[in-house]
């Protein structure tokens, strides 16, 4: 849940799918305009906002609807600077110990495999 939550708030932030955030706005002024005019359809009014915009006396609650004005999204730069330095002491590292761990059986291991998987088939005549 963290992950998907850390994910949605970067493409929130860095992309235009904050846009998506403002379509309570466009409903609630597609209801205004309703209001005005009871036989404006959906198509009417996005047709009358996106295709033709106009200014006019809700231009300001215009602006404010998804995809109408599109802003730079936010990038974030992290750069080290000079005074950083990493070291490494080996004091602070053990030896471990190791042990080989086959990883096939010869036994079982068809011999001429090998050698024999990058030649052409042959064809026989019986």
């Known amino acids: 849940m963290i992950s998907i939550l850390l994910l949605s708030l970067y493409l929130v932030s860095t992309t235009e799918l904050y846009q998506l955030l ?24 996005l047709k009358t906002h996106y ?5 006019d006396g809700d231009y300001g609650k215009d602006q404010k609807l998804p995809f109408i004005i599109h ?13 950083f330095h990493f070291e490494l002491k080996k004091d602070h590292f053990k030896q471990i ?5 086959p990883s096939k059986n010869d036994k079982f291991c068809y011999k001429g ?3 024999t998987a990058w030649e052409p088939p042959k064809y026989s005549f019986s």
Do not use: C, Q
């Open 51 to 55: 295709e033709n915009p106009v200014k």
């Open 22 to 45: 403002k379509i309570p706005t466009l409903i609630e002024h597609y209801y205004e305009h309703k209001k005005l005019n009871p036989e404006m359809s959906l198509t009417a009014f």
């Open 97 to 101: 110990k190791s042990r080989k761990i």
């Open 113 to 115: 495999f090998l050698r």
């Open 71 to 83: 802003t730079t999204p936010l990038a974030l730069i992290f750069i080290v600077g000079d005074t």
